[in-house]
């Protein structure tokens, strides 16, 4: 098991950036680049959604259409921490953001749904004013 503790959530003009990270640890937990992860949020009253991803080199991205060309997720390994550069940052960008891990294997398509990642994090806290 792999605990995620997520950081960086802030509340933010509309356009203004933010980074959030991700720190993996854990008592069993043996090596991070064994996970794919994944950023998810979810607004009040809204179910929880796919914002991006990366494979565990790094190497594959994936992101929502919605924060495409505005958001860049990055991991590096030697300091198991993931992490969400979001910049031209909107009110709709407004929620809590999750960061979910797996160690299972995964096809391109597995990375956009929060069933396929058994780890999650408490969630920070995003809010965008207009």
């Known amino acids: 098991q792999v605990q995620l503790v997520e950081s960086g959530g802030d509340l933010v003009q509309a356009g203004g950036s933010l980074r959030l990270s991700c720190a993996a640890s854990g008592r069993t937990f043996h090596s991070f680049d064994k996970y794919h992860m994944g950023w998810f949020r979810q607004a009040p009253g809204e179910e929880r959604e796919f914002v991006a991803a990366?494979?565990?080199?790094?190497?594959?991205?994936f992101y929502a259409a919605s924060v495409k060309g505005r958001f860049a997720i990055s991991r590096d390994n030697a300091k198991n921490t993931v992490y969400l550069q979001m910049n031209s940052l909107k009110p709709e960008d407004t929620a809590v953001y999750y960061c979910?891990?797996?160690?299972?294997?995964?096809?391109?398509?597995?990375?956009?749904?929060?069933?396929?990642?058994?780890?999650w994090g408490q969630g920070t806290q995003v809010t965008v004013s207009s």
């Open positions: 990366v494979g565990r080199a790094g190497l594959m991205t």
């Open positions: 979910a891990a797996s160690e299972s294997t995964f096809s391109s398509v597995s990375y956009y749904y929060s069933r396929n990642y058994a780890n």
